[in-house]
C-alpha cells in the first residue's frame, strides 16, 4: 500500500475514532434528565429530512429505470433511454449537425487551457465575446477560433441569445458550456463520448438533456465539493427522470432553448434553473445523462464559496417565487414532480428555512456542550435541555451512517477515496449551508423592501462594475443537493 493510499484511508478512520470518543465521554457526562425529545427532534430536523429525501430520491432512481435493469445502461440515467427512442433508433444513425456555444468574457489569460480543452471539438465551437476587454477576442480570432463580438456586455442568459441568432440555420442542436469546464472523454470518467451523448439525445425528442458535473481535485473544500456533486446529480438529478433540470452544461434542441431565452428573465441568478422550469412549463422533457462527465474547479476559498452559495440561493427563492404557477404546473405532472418541486424545493428548502436555522443553532450549542461536558469547563450558560450533548451525538451518528450508505451507493468508485475523508465532517458542512442561505434569501427579500441586496455576491455586478465570468460553478443544483 502507498503511502498516499493509507493517508486516505488512515484520515477518515482517524477522524471517526476521535468523535467516536468524543460522543463516548460526551454521553457519559451527559444529564439524562436534561434530555428532551421534543428538543432533540427539532434538533435533528436537518439530518432527518436530509435521510427521507435521500431515501426517496435512491428508489426514484431505481424506479425510473426498472425496465432497462440488466443492460447496464439505468446506472447513469434518469430514463429509460432505450424506450424513449423510436422504434428502430438503435441502428446507427449519422449524428446531425451540432454547436458547442460559449459566452466568454476576459479569457486571456485562460486561452490556452481553453484551446488544450476543447481542441478536437474545434469545427463544432461558436463563441462569443461578452464584452471583454482585454485581449480575448483577439487571440481566439488569431487563433482561428470563431467568434462573434458586437462590443455589448449582455451577461451569460443574454449573451447566448445572442449567439444562437448568428448560428447557421441547419444547426438544430446545441451544447452551452462554460470556458472553465473539460468534458472528459471514455477512460478519463466518461463511459461514452460527446457525440453518442448527442447522437441519442438527437434521435429522444427531448428538450434538454444535462451530463454529470464533477469538482476537479483540488485541496480540502474541494472534497466536500466533490461529495456534494456526486450526491446532486448522481441521487439528484438523477431521481427525477424527465422533468429533471439543466446545469450551466447541458445540451438542447435549439429551437427550445431559443423559446425558452424569449422567456427567460435574462438574470445570471438561477439561470438554468429558469430555462428548466420555462421549459418544463411547455410540455418539454429534459432528462440527465450522467455517462458524460465534465470537470470543473470549485471556488477555491471560503469566501468565494460562500459568494457562491448566497447567489444559488437568492436565485432559487428569486425563480420560484417570480415562476410559482409554471412551478406548480410542472408539480402536478407526477406524484415526484410534486414532492421534488412543491415539498422539497418549495417546502423543506424555502419554507422551513427559519426552522432549519433554529435546528443549527440548537446543534451548535449542543456541541459546544459537549466540549465544555468533556473538558469541565463552564463557560456556556448551563441551559441543559436545550444544550444537552446528547441531541449532537445523535445528530454526527446519523449522519455519518447517511454519509456511508452514500458513499457507497451515489458516489463513483474512482472518486471515494478523495471523497471518503470528509464524510464523518459533513454534518459541519450541511451546518454551515444555513448562513449563505440566509443571506441569499434576505438578499431577495431586501431587494424587493429597499432596493439593495445587503451582501454583494459576484454573479451580478453594479452597473460600471467589471463583469466576472459566469463558471460552472453558478450550476443550479442547489434544488437537488440530495
Known amino acids: ?136 477576442l483577439l487571440r481566439l480570432r488569431q ?42 472523454e471514455p477512460g478519463a470518467g466518461s463511459e461514452i463520448d460527446l457525440e453518442q451523448f448527442i447522437g441519442e439525445f438527437q434521435q429522444s425528442g427531448a428538450a434538454a438533456a444535462c451530463p454529470r458535473v464533477m469538482i476537479e481535485p483540488d485541496g480540502f473544500l474541494a472534497r466536500f465539493q466533490s461529495f456534494e456533486y456526486a450526491l446532486a446529480f448522481r441521487a439528484g438529478r438523477q431521481s427525477l427522470a424527465d422533468y429533471s433540470i439543466t446545469s450551466g452544461v447541458s445540451v438542447y434542441r435549439r429551437d427550445a432553448l431559443a423559446q425558452a431565452l424569449k422567456e427567460h428573465s435574462l438574470s445570471v441568478y438561477a439561470e438554468d434553473f429558469e430555462n428548466a422550469v420555462i421549459l418544463l412549463d411547455r410540455g418539454e422533457r429534459i432528462y440527465y445523462d450522467g455517462r458524460l462527465v465534465v470537470g470543473t474547479e470549485g471556488p477555491g476559498s471560503f469566501t468565494r464559496w460562500f459568494s457562491q452559495r448566497v447567489g444559488w440561493y437568492h436565485g432559487l427563492l428569486k425563480v420560484f417565487i417570480e415562476r410559482l404557477g409554471s412551478v406548480w404546473r410542472i ?13 422539497y424545493v418549495g417546502g423543506l428548502t424555502i419554507c422551513l428555512h ?24 463552564h463557560g456556556q450558560p448551563q441551559l441543559h435541555t436545550w444544550t444537552n450533548p446528547a ?39 450541511a451546518l454551515v449551508h444555513i448562513a449563505p442561505m440566509t443571506v441569499g434569501y434576505a438578499n431577495w427579500i431586501a431587494l424587493k423592501l429597499i432596493g439593495r441586496r445587503l451582501y454583494r455576491d459576484h454573479y451580478e455586478p453594479e452597473p460600471g462594475d467589471a463583469h466576472e465570468p459566469q463558471g460552472v460553478h453558478g450550476v443550479h443544483m442547489l434544488a437537488t443537493r440530495r
Open 1 to 136: 500500500m502507498t503511502t498516499r493510499r493509507f493517508v486516505s484511508l488512515a484520515a477518515p478512520l482517524a477522524v471517526c475514532a476521535l468523535l467516536g470518543g468524543w460522543i463516548a465521554l460526551s454521553a457519559a457526562n451527559a444529564e439524562a434528565a436534561s434530555f428532551s425529545m421534543l428538543v432533540y427532534a427539532l434538533a435533528n430536523l436537518i439530518v432527518y429530512t436530509d435521510a427521507l429525501d435521500f431515501a426517496l430520491r435512491l428508489y426514484m432512481r431505481r424506479r425510473h429505470t426498472a425496465t432497462a435493469r440488466g443492460t447496464g445502461r439505468e446506472r447513469e440515467i434518469s430514463i429509460d433511454l432505450a424506450t424513449a427512442l423510436p422504434a428502430g433508433a438503435q441502428a446507427v444513425v449519422p449524428i446531425e449537425p451540432y454547436a458547442i456555444i460559449a459566452s466568454v468574457h476576459n479569457l486571456e489569460e485562460r486561452i490556452e487551457e481553453f484551446a488544450a480543452n476543447y481542441a478536437p471539438y474545434r469545427e463544432h465551437m461558436w463563441l462569443i465575446s461578452d464584452g471583454s476587454t482585454d485581449h480575448t
Open 143 to 184: 487563433a482561428g477560433w470563431r467568434c462573434f463580438d458586437d462590443g455589448v456586455n449582455r451577461r451569460k442568459p443574454a449573451a447566448v441569445r445572442r449567439l444562437l441568432e448568428t448560428l447557421p440555420d441547419y444547426i438544430e442542436t446545441v451544447m452551452v458550456i462554460d470556458p472553465d469546464i473539460r468534458i472528459l
Open 331 to 343: 408539480a402536478r405532472r407526477t406524484p415526484f414532480a410534486l414532492y421534488h418541486y412543491i415539498v
Open 354 to 377: 427559519l426552522l432549519k436555522t433554529f435546528s443549527a443553532l440548537l446543534l451548535l450549542a449542543s456541541f459546544l456542550s459537549g466540549i465544555e461536558s468533556l473538558f469541565f469547563a
Open 391 to 429: 441531541y449532537f451525538m445523535a445528530a454526527i451518528g446519523s449522519y455519518l451512517v447517511l454519509g456511508a450508505v452514500a458513499m457507497f451507493t451515489v458516489v463513483p468508485k474512482s472518486e471515494r477515496a478523495y471523497a471518503a475523508p470528509i464524510v464523518p465532517l459533513y454534518l459541519f458542512y
